[in-house]
C-alpha cells in the first residue's frame, strides 16, 4: 500500500515569503499525484494534480508543484504567498489501477500580514 | 448543483449510541468515498463505493457500515459509538476512479462521550 509523508506540519510564514511544501511517497509503480487544500471553513478542494507529461504541474493561485520520479517526490511551490493562502494542504497519491487515495498528514500554513 | 452534501454538520454521541451520517451527490458520480480525519493525522479511508449495489473497505473500516442503494446517496452508519471514532468525517465522491478529481463535502464533526 502506499503511503505519503509529509513534514513540517506547522509553517508559519510572512505575506510575500515564498513557500514550499514537501510530499514525498511510498510506492515504486506508476502513481497519480495531488495536492488538495481547505481554507478555513471552507471544503478541501483540488489545487493541482499530475499524471503524466511535464513533471511541472501549475495549479490554481499560483501554485505549482514539480514531481521528481527519481525522488518520489511532488513537492508545492509558490513564489510569493498572500494572507487568504492560509489554509491546510493535503499531498495525496493514488496508485494507478487503485480506487483509493492515500492522503499525508497535511500542513497547516499561516501567512501574517 | 449542491455537489457533495452531509448532515448533520455536528453530533454528540455518548458511548454505545448509534446514528448514521448522510451524504448526498447531485453530480452522478458514481465513485463515493467516506474518510475520517483527526487532528494531525490526514485523512484515512473507511469505506468506498463504485457504484449503486457496491461497496468496499478502505483503510479503516472497524465500526461503521455503509450502504450504496442509489447513485446519489452513500450513508455510513456507527454502530455502538466509541470514543475512538471521535472524529471529522468527509465524504467524497468521482466520476471515476482514484485518478480522478474528488469533490468533498463540509464535513461532520463527531464527538463520543
Known amino acids: 500500500a502506499q503511503s505519503v509523508s509529509q513534514h513540517n506540519h506547522h509553517v508559519i510564514l510572512s505575506e510575500a515569503a515564498s513557500l514550499e511544501l514537501g510530499c514525498n511517497y511510498s510506492?515504486?509503480?506508476?502513481?497519480?499525484l495531488f495536492w488538495y487544500v481547505q481554507y478555513p471553513g471552507q471544503h478541501l478542494q483540488l489545487l493541482l494534480k499530475y499524471f503524466s507529461g511535464d513533471p511541472l504541474v501549475k495549479g490554481i493561485k499560483g501554485f505549482e508543484a514539480e514531481f521528481i520520479k527519481s525522488k518520489f517526490s511532488f513537492n508545492l511551490r509558490k513564489p510569493s504567498v498572500q494572507w487568504s493562502d492560509t489554509a491546510e494542504y493535503f499531498c495525496?497519491?493514488?496508485?494507478?489501477?487503485?480506487?483509493?487515495?492515500?492522503f499525508g498528514k497535511g500542513n497547516q500554513v499561516v501567512v501574517i500580514p | 448543483n449542491a455537489g457533495v452534501t452531509q448532515t448533520p454538520k455536528f453530533r454528540i454521541l455518548k458511548i454505545g449510541q448509534s446514528m448514521t451520517l448522510q451524504c448526498a451527490q447531485d453530480?452522478?458520480?458514481?465513485?463515493m468515498y467516506w474518510y475520517r480525519q483527526d487532528p494531525g493525522m490526514g485523512l484515512k479511508l473507511i469505506y468506498y463505493s463504485v457504484g449503486a449495489g457496491i461497496t468496499d473497505k478502505g483503510e479503516v473500516p472497524n465500526g461503521y457500515n455503509v450502504s450504496r442503494s442509489t447513485t446519489e446517496d452513500f450513508p455510513l452508519r456507527l454502530e455502538l459509538a466509541a470514543p475512538s471514532q471521535t472524529s471529522v468525517y468527509f465524504c467524497a465522491s468521482s466520476i471515476r476512479d482514484g485518478t480522478d478529481t474528488q469533490y468533498f463535502g463540509p464535513g461532520t464533526r463527531l464527538t463520543v462521550l
Open positions: 495525496a497519491v493514488n496508485a494507478a489501477g487503485n480506487n483509493r487515495l492515500a
Open positions: 453530480m452522478n458520480h458514481n465513485y
Open positions: 510506492y515504486g509503480g506508476t502513481v497519480n
